[in-house]
């Protein structure tokens, strides 16, 4: 007579079916989890999600909230099958790059959440396409400086209003496009030259940024 098989326990079967799920979100990314009742709002803040590949997107999701997770990067044209997205919460993860293509064909955007990452470039051009913005905070990241060149040329359609506390901000000559550009309002504050520090960008003048010895690369101070 075979001696009986192992006892197979309810525990057993839980644990076993917990591990295919596990396995199935791992192989075929993070769709699962929820969705408001229309599916226009996916919510995967603090999920432990380092690779934002593994969450699938639809064409009718119109909020994102990732924040809280350990994203890095973001692949470029990653959110463009989402073209109605109004707003992308990315706040509280590791990203440390915005390439020019990370936005793209976001025209409907209206605000976008970066605070709280590591990010020390914005590629020229990267926001670009996101001519409805405006609200984007980069509070409290790695930025030197805020260049006309990420924008839109020399124009923005919407009111648009930045958040940058908290970087290191250099106040140099290149900063004096913020005195033309009426569709835009900064919040921050300069961390250097030292005669500067802890005034704001809208503050300054031409003669104060000529004073310090400081210009824009490949520019000359203007007297």
């Known amino acids: 007579m075979s001696s009986p098989g192992p006892l197979v326990t309810s525990d057993f079967r ?21 969705l408001n009742t229309d599916g226009t709002v996916l919510n995967l803040k603090n999920k432990g999600i380092t690779d934002i590949t593994m969450v699938t997107l639809s064409p009718v999701i119109n909020k994102i909230y990732l924040h809280s997770n350990q994203i890095v990067s973001i692949p470029g044209n990653y959110f463009s099958v989402s073209s109605s997205l109004i707003e992308i ?31 020390h470039s914005l590629t020229t051009g990267c926001f670009a396409d996101l001519m409805s913005l405006s609200e984007l905070t980069l509070d409290r990241n790695r930025l030197l400086s805020l260049s006309q060149d990420v924008f839109h040329a020399t124009h ?58 400081i210009k824009c690369p490949g520019k000359p101070p203007t007297s």
């Not at 064909?105 to 209206?110: K, W």
């Open 14 to 34: 839980r644990d076993l079916a917990m591990n295919k799920v596990l396995i199935f979100l791992y192989m075929y990314g993070w769709s699962l989890f929820p």
């Open 156 to 213: 923005h359609p919407a009111a648009l209003r930045v958040t940058m506390t908290g970087n290191s901000l250099v106040c140099d000559g290149c900063i004096l496009w913020l005195d033309g550009a009426d569709w835009l309002t900064v919040s921050t504050t300069c961390s250097s030259p030292e005669p500067l520090t802890g005034r704001s960008p809208a503050t300054l003048t031409s003669q104060d940024l000529y004073n310090t010895g």
């Open 89 to 119: 919460h990315l706040e509280g993860n590791w990203i440390e790059v915005v390439e020019e293509t990370t936005f793209s064909n976001l025209g409907n955007l209206i605000k976008l959440h970066l605070h709280d990452n590591r990010i």
